[in-house]
């Protein structure tokens, strides 16, 4: 594992464990940082999920971006992004980003965004945004031949609403790329 990739990695298992602990009871915490520690990281998510529901824990929209990048990041945002969005909020904190669930907001043709050809293909589905100013997070998709959306998402576009600004794409490709889109919009718009 290169110095990049280990870095990447153990930022994201920092993330993890603060996720764990948001379970009460250290047998919660320890089961779901057990299934990290041993690569099981779409179990532990599912378990993850599956108690923050059971038990009516409240999650807070920054926790719930981080769960969402986390199950996309792992390839279960389409089992579990309909739980991550209905995780109770926090009432004493307002909710500064929102995550959409797949479908809850049209996908936009990426041409309208993106100015490179590439994008005449894609669709971005809009995924997390920020309330404040509107920033986007969207995971573009390619529109298959079959008529739906590749499962897995080609990159994701960080754009503002009316086009105001230049838009930022991050290739799935390249490591941490839905983490470093989510950045931009925690703390890059100014709303923070």
Same mark, same amino acid.
Request: with cysteine.
């Given at each position: ?93 307002? @909710? %500064?980003?929102?995550? #959409? *669930?797949?479908?809850? +907001?049209?996908?936009?043709? $990426? !041409? &309208? ?24 997070? @969207? %995971?573009?998709?390619? #529109? *298959?031949?079959?008529? +739906?959306?590749?499962?897995? $998402? !080609? &990159? ?24 470093? @889109? ?11």
């Amino acid at each position: 594992m290169n110095d990049r990739r280990a870095q990447a990695y153990a930022a994201e298992g920092a993330v993890w464990a603060r996720l764990a602990g948001l379970l009460p009871g250290p047998d919660n915490a320890d089961e779901v940082q057990g299934c990290w520690d041993i690569g099981e990281q779409e179990a532990g998510l599912e378990v993850l999920v599956g108690r923050l529901l059971e038990q009516e824990l409240t999650v807070d929209d920054a926790a719930r971006a981080e769960l969402a990048v986390m199950a996309e990041q792992r390839g279960v945002w389409d089992r579990l992004g309909t739980g991550i969005v209905a995780c109770r909020p926090d009432p004493a904190r307002p @909710a %500064r980003l929102r995550v #959409y *669930e797949d479908g809850a +907001e049209p996908p936009v043709p $990426a !041409r &309208s965004v993106l100015p490179d050809p590439v994008s005449r293909e894609l669709l971005l589905v809009p995924w997390i945004a920020c309330a404040g100013c509107g920033l986007v997070l @969207a %995971r573009a998709h390619t #529109y *298959e031949e079959w008529e +739906e959306l590749s499962y897995l $998402a !080609r &990159s994701y576009v960080v754009h503002a609403p009316g086009g105001s600004g230049a838009p930022r794409v991050f290739e799935r490709a390249e490591d941490g790329a839905a983490w470093s @889109a989510l950045a931009v919009v925690r703390d890059g718009c100014g709303c923070g």
